[in-house]
């Protein structure tokens, strides 16, 4: 009887181990489906614009079913919202740039690295922000000025780039009409000046009312730089000395 016993928790055991295999292979595939189907949205977009994210061309581009779509997101507009949140974990990525002992060049490196990145994929910039929606569906959007600095860390790692650095610059004197260093509402405020400035010439550059790409670089965006940089209590020559280290490390 005993032997029977030990038998049959033997049996119990390898069956237990067995679902516990399937169920950890049937969640890798679920992340793997959801995987590709994201990756395949994202090319689609960066190749084609927001008509091509569709149901039947995305499950196409990753081998599935359309059904997958809602089984994996719940429909498109979460599929669009993820979407735009990896276009924004992989422009965190691309405005992480080595940092020096000037402040002020290293937020105009992380400027010229924004810039890069919407001329490189504007139809996933142009969503991520807002200005294009696939078929009447647009990303979420948040209030960022309702923000401490703590919390756009966690919640916004592409714009936390742009606060750090501003933050660097008004510890460093280098921003003194901006305000205290230490009031958060101020050094996010701060920052958004420098974001509004960046994003605005690069719609507009996108759009062709600057001509070629590249042309209105000078005359128009380091110009607005110099200026909003002078009127936050900057000095001229300090700022062509962060624009020359700034350049130097491109």
């Given amino acids: ?66 059904m997958a779509v809602y089984t994996h997101f719940g429909g498109m507009r979460a599929l669009i919202a993820a979407v735009a949140e990896e276009g ?27 810039r890069r990145y919407a001329i490189e994929r504007p139809h996933m910039y142009r969503l991520m922000f807002g200005s294009t929606s696939a078929h009447g569906i647009n990303a979420p959007t948040h209030n960022v000025l309702k923000q401490t600095v703590a919390e756009i860390e966690r919640r916004h790692p592409s714009f936390a780039h742009v606060v750090r650095a501003v933050h660097r610059c008004m510890l460093a004197g280098r921003l003194g009409a901006a305000g205290s260093a230490d009031d958060d509402a101020t050094v996010v405020a701060t920052a958004a000046q420098f974001w509004a400035l960046r994003h605005g010439f690069v719609m507009l550059e996108l759009a062709g009312f600057f001509g070629a790409q590249g042309v209105a670089v000078e005359p128009v965006l380091a110009a607005m730089t110099t200026n909003l940089l002078i009127a936050l209590g900057d000095s001229p020559d300090r700022i062509r000395e962060s624009q020359q280290s700034a350049s130097s490390a491109v």
């Fill in 88 to 114: 924004l974990r992989q422009f965190d990525a691309a405005l992480t740039v080595p940092l020096t002992d000037d402040p002020v060049a290293d937020l105009m490196a992380v400027g010229g690295a924004y």
């Fill in 1 to 66: 009887m005993r032997r029977w016993q030990c038998l049959f928790g033997a049996c119990l055991g390898l069956v237990g181990s067995r679902l516990e295999m399937v169920g950890d292979m049937t969640s890798e595939t679920q992340r793997s489906v959801r995987d590709e189907m994201l990756h395949a949205a994202v090319g689609l977009l960066d190749e084609h614009g927001p008509d091509a994210l569709q149901t039947r061309k995305v499950a196409g581009a990753a081998g599935t079913s359309t």
